[in-house]
């Protein structure tokens, strides 16, 4: 193929797994708690069609740099690829890529293309496909992390075969970046409604506010999918996902509460429990009354009982957190930061009044309606919030609502969320609070922090880039950017008879392990 180079020109813009037979998953005793992420083990069987609950839908489009939705991303990761992809053990594995190669100095990264990748329309993969995703995910991303990062990018081209990039400075997490380049046909123009990728399922059709239903591609270019169809049913009514498991309509769920997990489980389904790998915090906007103000985000910070909030909510299960990075980045997650803010209902108190809040104050914290965990804890805060005079009421809104005017918006007071990291990159969770940042939806500006952050960006020794990121999230802690809370769990449901399901140090859901078994 005639070498082709170019440069990329970005403007900053708004925001598989390790491969294995079917059935290879890690077996583990039938339902109860604390599971490793696998459900029980038997003789996998290939085949079958499989119904998956989910509280959201996928947002207008299903264009792959336009996906802005944690919930988008986890389903649509089943269709999409890489060059890389990352696995269930945090590691970045090759992809549409057969292997990649970094050069010592670290600005030459060089991917051999895998020979025989299709697409889902059943065209082959060649380079020309994957300089135009590079091309056409750096100029519409609404991502700003990957903007950035594609922004290094000097130069990109094919030679011998290969996709050779070269940085025009070094970047430790780029691989993280190269695997949310999703490979897409070339000049095609109905990925928002019709997705065509490289991934082990394929579209086949998508019902707005119903569901997106998928079918094992058969040309896969690594180990097929163990189903043959999955539909992902849309319930933004918990309660209408609880009759549908209760009824036996639906074959697997996630992300659900203790008190849902125990009013369908019996002996009908496995329960597998981890974490959702998020940060759920009460988040503050940081540019309004009296949120502006540090030290009545300390004295909320005091106000609240984590330990509490997790007793009551989740019987004990989920992980405290104290600042925006989660136990899965073990070694940027600093433990002692859970307890910066030990529960002082005195010490709160006391320091409203030293804010001129000794009267306490209203407020309101808006939260997506579909998300239970969200609203049995915003209902906690309440009660815990009222014994240091602060009056806080709750605002329930749907999804698409919580996007557009609280997320993009800003409009807002609190809310309760959580957010989760597009990549296996600190950087993913931490960027978002940087003041020029687009996603930085609490409006945190702290030049202090900016500072550190941008020197850990741009770090090439790991030791040191490490250092800088726990910086930053000290400094999130000491400057109570939010009321932080927890890494919630998340309990799945598989019906008996299925397996093979694993959990990612990532918000994805990878179903092309999952099977039945005989």
Not at 66 to 84: C, D, K, P, S, W
Not at 245 to 272: E, P
Request: hydrophobic share 40%; aromatic share 10%; charged share 20%.
């Amino acid at each position: 193929m005639k070498k082709r180079i170019f440069a990329l020109f970005l403007s900053v813009l708004l925001l598989g797994s390790v491969l294995s037979a079917c059935g290879d998953a890690q077996p583990q005793e039938e339902g109860g708690f604390g599971s490793d992420g696998t459900s029980s083990s038997g003789e996998a069987v290939t085949g079958g069609e499989l119904v998956v609950g989910i509280s959201q839908d996928l947002g207008d489009s299903l264009d792959p740099y336009q996906m802005t939705a944690a919930g988008t991303r986890e389903v649509l990761f089943n269709i999409y690829e890489g060059l890389v992809k990352p696995d269930a053990t945090g590691s970045y594995v090759p992809a549409v890529a057969s292997d990649y190669t970094v050069s010592e100095d670290g600005l030459t990264y060089t991917f051999p293309l895998r020979e025989g990748v299709l697409f889902h329309n059943g065209e082959a993969v060649t380079a020309d496909d994957v300089l135009y995703s590079f091309e056409t995910c750096a100029a519409t991303s609404v991502e700003t992390d990957l903007v950035e990062a594609l922004s290094a990018i000097q130069s990109i081209g094919e030679e011998d075969g290969a996709i050779v990039i070269t940085l025009s400075e070094p970047s430790p997490a780029f691989l993280c970046y190269v695997a949310k380049v999703y490979i897409v046909p070339a000049d095609y123009a109905e990925q928002a409604t019709s997705p065509v990728g490289t991934g082990p399922f394929r579209f086949v059709s998508r019902s707005v506010q119903e569901n997106l239903v998928v079918e094992k591609f058969a040309d896969y270019w690594g180990t097929p999918a163990c189903l043959d169809k999955v539909t992902f049913k849309i319930f933004e009514d918990a309660n209408a996902l609880m009759s549908a498991l209760s009824a036996g309509s639906v074959d697997m769920a996630n992300h659900l509460t203790v008190d849902q997990v125990d009013a369908v489980a019996g002996d009908q389904f496995n329960v597998l429990e981890g974490t959702m790998n998020l940060v759920q915090a009460l988040y503050l906007n940081n540019a309004v009354e009296p949120f502006d103000n540090e030290q009545v985000r300390q004295a909320m910070c005091y106000a609240v009982d984590v330990d509490a909030i997790l007793a009551l909510t989740a019987d004990g299960h989920g992980a405290k957190l104290g600042t925006s990075i989660y136990p899965a980045f073990s070694k940027y997650f600093d433990e002692s930061l859970n307890d910066a803010y030990p529960y002082d209902v005195e010490k709160a108190k006391s320091l409203l009044e030293e804010a001129g809040y000794g009267d306490g104050f209203d407020m309101t914290i808006t939260v997506p309606s579909n998300y239970t965990p969200h609203m049995n804890v915003a209902e906690v805060l309440v009660e815990q919030l009222a014994q240091v005079g602060i009056r806080a009421t709750i605002e329930p809104v749907e999804w698409e609502t919580w996007l557009s005017d609280t997320y993009v918006g800003r409009n807002f007071e609190s809310t309760v969320v959580g957010f989760d990291a597009a990549t296996l990159s600190a950087g993913a969770l931490l960027n978002r609070w940087m003041s020029d940042d687009d996603s930085n939806m609490i409006n945190y500006n702290n030049p202090e922090y900016d500072e550190v952050m941008a020197q850990a960006n741009a770090c090439t020794d790991e030791d040191e880039q490490t250092a800088l990121y726990k910086q930053a999230a000290q400094i999130l802690s000491d400057t109570a950017a939010n009321v932080y809370i927890q890494d919630l769990a998340d309990f799945v449901l598989l019906k008996n008879g299925l397996d093979g399901y694993s959990f990612y140090p990532l918000y994805v859901m990878d179903l092309s392990t999952v099977h039945y078994v005989a």
